[in-house]
């Protein structure tokens, strides 16, 4: 068996499902749940796509046997959506279906500004009969305030985030201060509309102004954080009696998922190397 060296191992559950599954056993214990994401994303091949399907079901069954707060997260492409939008709903129906016997939540991550869709089209065959799923949005998508007006009025959840991508600047906020200002503004209309929702995002700003809001209308809401990102905000939320997840990727595609994280912003390289250096 591989190791996966120990920076990486910061961001990154390991290579297996018991790996995973010990991780998710840790959090248990800390009061923060974990929603499992297997790394993978755009594949070509439709039996790429139905194999990883299958992992995210043995993770669903695992849980319930467990008796864990598991909930896994899928990417559309990993799902086949780069194969035809068939094969996609295909292998999420079969996800849900598998999360529906066993009493488990499916989260669908949202992807670039091209498939949010045939995602959004998805999400709403299957969470009509099954409501334990939600849906990432990305705030920085001018296009979000019509796709949470849809979303409020179907089951189900919205994780808001402020988006990874970078879409082309007709249809997307590009400046931070612009991205921040609609992240607020949708966050505030999820809480007067919605009936629970997920605040995905290491922001203080962010996570401050949820609890005001949740202060103001009473709406239920969930703090997701990634792996290796703020762990000790997220186990402190948790022990304040908030709702905690923390979103794990797994698997042998662990090294890009690893130089992303620490590219994409560059203090998070000074993070993760504080992340390392405070063990
Ligand atoms: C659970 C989860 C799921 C996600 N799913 C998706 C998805 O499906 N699709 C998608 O497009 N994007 C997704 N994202 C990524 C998201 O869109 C953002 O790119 C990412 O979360 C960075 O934005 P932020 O809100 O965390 O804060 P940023 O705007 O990056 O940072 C704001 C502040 O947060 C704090 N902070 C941020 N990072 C760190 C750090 N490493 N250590 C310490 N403090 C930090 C700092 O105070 C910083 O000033 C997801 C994010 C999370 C947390």
């Keep these: 068996m591989r190791v996966i060296p120990p920076i990486a191992n910061n961001f990154v559950a390991g290579e297996d499902v018991p790996a995973v599954l010990d991780h998710a056993r840790d959090l248990h214990d800390g009061g923060v749940g974990a929603i499992i994401n297997l790394l993978g994303e755009h594949y070509d091949d439709a039996a790429n796509a139905a194999a990883d399907a299958a992992v995210y079901t043995r993770l669903l069954e695992e ?33 849900v279906a598998v999360a529906a016997a066993n009493d488990r939540f499916v989260w669908v991550d949202m992807e670039d500004h091209t498939t949010i869709d045939a995602t959004l089209d998805a999400f709403e065959a299957n969470v009509t009969d099954y409501p334990e799923m939600g849906v990432c949005i990305q705030a920085n998508m001018r296009r979000t305030p019509d796709d949470l007006r849809r979303l409020v009025d179907l089951p189900g959840t919205v994780r808001l985030v402020k988006g990874a991508y970078d879409p082309p600047t007709d249809l997307a906020y590009t400046e931070k201060a612009r ?30 102004y949820a609890k005001q809001l949740h202060e103001e209308f009473g709406t239920e809401f969930e703090v997701q954080m990634l792996m290796g990102v703020r762990e000790a905000a997220q186990f402190d939320l948790a022990s304040e009696g908030y709702d905690a997840y923390q979103y794990v990727p797994f698997g042998e595609k662990w090294l890009s998922y690893f130089y992303r994280r620490v590219r994409e912003r560059k203090e998070n390289a000074l993070f993760a190397l504080r992340a390392v250096v405070s063990g």
Excluded: C, W
């Design 63 to 95: 849980f319930a046997d467990a008796g864990l707060d598991g909930r896994v997260s899928v990417k559309p492409s990993q799902l086949g959506l780069d194969v035809s939008e068939e094969t996609f709903r295909e292998n999420l129906a079969e996800v």
């Design 179 to 208: 991205v921040n200002d609609a992240y607020r503004e949708n966050l505030a209309y999820l809480f007067e509309h919605a009936d629970h929702l997920a605040v995905g995002s290491h922001d203080p700003a962010m996570i401050d």
